[in-house]
């Protein structure tokens, strides 16, 4: 090239790109489709509201859910998902900058957040949060570790706590027990005193033993229904035709949480049994008693697999296969020293 039009290409550069723009590395999907839409790009880092905190993200947690909204089943107007989608929404890193209004938090501050699903923004150097949906990062796990927390662990608490309210004594059984769900269920449900049946295939009984539960179930070769009977509170993150087949062994009374679809009211009325569907909600305080109970080594956390951020599109297809162990992550940047 002449340096004529090095110079005019510099000139028209500078116009299109304003010189205070500041670019991060972040997953773009410009099309709704499959995890190959997902794209590395350089885009303006973002800046927080009054009530946000921008976070330098280390490390963002990966989910089976995410199929579907990059399939675009999730983009109904006017709140739905919008092109171009920004995925992630479990993130860990430090804050970086806070917006006018923010009390709870500091630049230098480790944390952790599920952000708003449909808004995204997570698999990105950085990443905005409100600070209401962020709580200190547990101190004694690394900053991949507590990626692989926030939504998965919330979903699991809601469902126990706030849907069921497992009491000691209780029988629980949980259905996809293994995933990233599932590893957080089990451990709340024995934190809270519970007898915990737990379902995931040959090579994850060993994992569903060390996790806590007291009768692993191996769903390809066993029936958990002839194991598992008067469950007081059955949590079932498989949905389909083993949520059809959990209604009959909740005993009287008790309930059962579908995390992948409505329950069945013909079936509840059935078996004179409860039931309520689950969709997670973001929540800053549960996040930090999550991570108390973290840090006294009452929860652990398990991390399968880890990807570079720039490879989000092949950690996508592998968490579609739904039966990752515990979670997959995206490594965004090194763990600081
Ligand atoms: N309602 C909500 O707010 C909410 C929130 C989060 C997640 N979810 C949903 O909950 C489901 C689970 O999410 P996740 O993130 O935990 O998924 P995940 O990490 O992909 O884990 C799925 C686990 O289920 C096990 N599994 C697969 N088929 C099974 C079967 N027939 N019986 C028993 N276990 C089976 C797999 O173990 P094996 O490899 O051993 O088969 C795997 O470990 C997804 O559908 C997700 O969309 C809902």
Redo the contacts with the bound molecule.
């Keep these: 090239m002449k340096p004529k039009i090095i110079f005019i290409a510099a000139t028209l550069m500078a116009i299109a790109v304003p010189a205070h723009a500041e670019t991060m590395k972040a997953i773009v999907a410009r099309e709704y489709g499959g995890p190959e839409v997902l794209k590395y790009e350089d885009v303006p880092v973002p800046t927080p509201k009054e009530n946000e905190i921008l976070v330098k993200v280390f490390a963002a947690g990966v989910?089976?859910?995410d199929g579907?909204l990059l399939a675009g089943n999730w983009a109904k107007p006017p709140n739905g998902t919008q092109l171009p989608w920004h995925p992630g929404y479990d993130i860990a890193g430090v804050v970086e900058k806070v917006g006018s209004k923010v009390g709870k938090f500091k630049p230098d501050d480790a944390v952790y957040a599920f952000i708003t699903i449909l808004k995204g923004g997570g698999y990105a150097e950085y990443a905005l949060a409100k600070e209401s949906d962020a709580a200190l990062k547990p101190a004694t796990i690394s900053f991949v570790e507590a990626a692989g927390v926030p939504?998965?662990a919330l979903?699991a608490w809601q469902a126990l706590v706030d849907k069921a309210n497992v009491q000691s004594g209780q029988t629980v059984l949980i259905?996809?027990?293994?995933?990233?769900?599932?590893m957080f269920a089990v451990q709340i449900a024995k934190i809270h005193g519970a007898k915990v049946f737990a379902?995931?295939?040959a090579?994850?009984q060993e994992f569903l033993k060390q996790l806590g539960a007291d009768v692993p179930i191996d769903?390809k070769t066993q029936k958990f229904e002839d194991i598992a009977k008067d469950i007081d509170v059955v949590i079932d993150?498989?949905?389909g035709e083993?949520l059809a087949r959990s209604y009959p062994v909740v005993k009287k009374g008790g309930i059962i949480v579908a995390?992948?679809s409505d329950v069945d009211k013909a079936q509840l009325r059935k078996y004179g049994i409860r039931g309520a569907?689950?969709?997670?909600q973001n929540n800053g305080n549960e996040l930090a008693q999550i991570g108390k109970l973290i840090d006294e080594k009452k929860i652990k956390v398990v991390v399968s697999e880890t990807f570079p951020l720039a490879d989000a599109a092949k950690a996508e297809k592998k968490?579609d296969?739904?039966?990752?162990?515990g979670?997959i992550v995206l490594k965004v940047r090194d763990e600081p020293k």
């Design positions: 989910n089976s859910f579907n939504s998965v979903t259905n996809g027990a293994s995933g990233g769900v599932g379902t995931a295939s090579a994850n769903y993150a498989v949905g083993t995390l992948t569907s689950l969709v997670v968490a296969l739904g039966h990752t162990r979670k």
